[in-house]
C-alpha cells in the first residue's frame, strides 16, 4: 500500500515537501518503482515524475527545473520536493506504484490535498 | 508533452455500452502498446481498470475491455451499471521515460 504525508498548506514561493510511505513489501527491489501524480481541483491527472528503486529518476519537462526526487530504503520511502510553489500547484498529490519501467500505475495512495496560500 | 484528448462527458443507460476515446500522437499512444485506464469516483484515488492496452487486472470485471488503433485507444464498457458513474482517464507511456494522461471523461449512467 501506497500512502502520501505533507503539509496541506504552502506559501507561495516555498518548497513543497511530500513523502510517500509503503507498507507491504520492500522498496529496496529491483522492479520496485514510484510514481508522483497530482490533480487540480476539478481537472484531470498529471503526471509529475517517475523514481526508480535506484533513486533513478524522470520527471514532467514542465517541472523539471522545480522537482528534486529521493529515495530512503530504510524507511520505504520515496519523497518529492517542488520548489518556488505558485497556487498553480495546488492539487490533490498522490503516489502510486509503478508496474516495470514503462508500465502502469497501481494501486494509488489515498491522496493528499496541498493548498498554496499566503 | 501535451495531454492526451478525450472527451469531456459519455452518457448511457442501464444495460448499454459505451466507449471512451483517448487520442495522442505518435510519441506516445501510437508507438507504445501501454496505454492504461484508470476509474474515479468523487473524492476517491483512481483505480487500475486496463494496462497494456487492453489487459485487466484481477478483480476488474470482464464488462471492462481496452482496445487501440493507431494513435486512438479506447475503452469499451459493456452492460453498464449504476456504480460504473465516474470519471475516466487514460494514460499512456511516452519518449524518454515520460508518461502523459487524458483530460478525463465524465461518465453518467441516465
Known amino acids: 500500500q501506497m500512502q502520501e504525508s505533507g503539509p496541506g498548506l504552502v506559501k507561495p514561493s516555498e518548497t513543497l515537501s511530500l513523502t510517500c510511505t509503503v507498507s507491504?513489501?520492500?522498496?529496496?527491489?529491483?522492479?520496485?518503482?514510484c510514481g508522483w501524480i497530482r490533480q487540480p481541483p476539478g481537472k484531470g491527472l498529471e503526471w509529475i515524475g517517475s523514481?526508480?528503486?535506484?533513486?533513478?529518476?524522470y520527471y514532467n519537462p514542465s517541472l523539471k527545473s522545480r522537482l528534486t526526487t529521493f529515495v530512503d530504503t530504510s524507511k520505504n520511502q520515496f519523497s518529492l520536493k517542488l520548489s518556488s510553489v505558485t497556487a498553480a500547484d495546488t492539487a490533490v498529490y498522490y503516489c502510486?506504484?509503478?508496474?516495470?519501467?514503462?508500465?502502469?500505475?497501481?494501486?494509488w495512495g489515498q491522496g493528499t490535498l496541498v493548498t498554496v496560500s499566503s | 508533452q501535451s495531454a492526451l484528448t478525450q472527451p469531456a462527458s459519455v452518457s448511457g443507460s442501464p444495460g448499454q455500452s459505451i466507449t471512451i476515446s483517448c487520442t495522442g500522437t505518435?510519441?506516445?499512444?501510437?508507438?507504445?502498446?501501454?496505454v492504461s485506464w484508470y476509474q474515479q469516483h468523487p473524492g476517491k484515488a483512481p483505480k487500475l481498470m486496463i494496462y497494456?492496452?487492453?489487459k485487466r487486472p484481477s478483480g476488474v470485471s470482464n464488462r471492462f475491455s481496452g482496445s487501440k488503433s493507431g494513435n486512438t485507444a479506447s475503452l469499451t464498457i459493456s452492460g453498464l451499471q449504476a456504480d460504473d458513474e465516474a470519471d475516466y482517464s487514460c494514460?499512456?507511456?511516452?519518449?524518454?521515460?515520460?508518461?502523459?494522461f487524458g483530460g478525463g471523461t465524465k461518465l453518467t449512467v441516465l
Open positions: 505518435s510519441s506516445d499512444v501510437g508507438s507504445y502498446n501501454l
Open positions: 494514460c499512456s507511456y511516452a519518449r524518454s521515460s515520460t508518461w502523459v
Open positions: 523514481i526508480y528503486y535506484s533513486g533513478r529518476s
Open positions: 502510486a506504484r509503478l508496474w516495470d519501467p514503462q508500465g502502469w500505475f497501481d494501486p
Open positions: 497494456e492496452g487492453s
Open positions: 507491504g513489501g520492500s522498496i529496496n527491489s529491483k522492479s520496485y518503482y
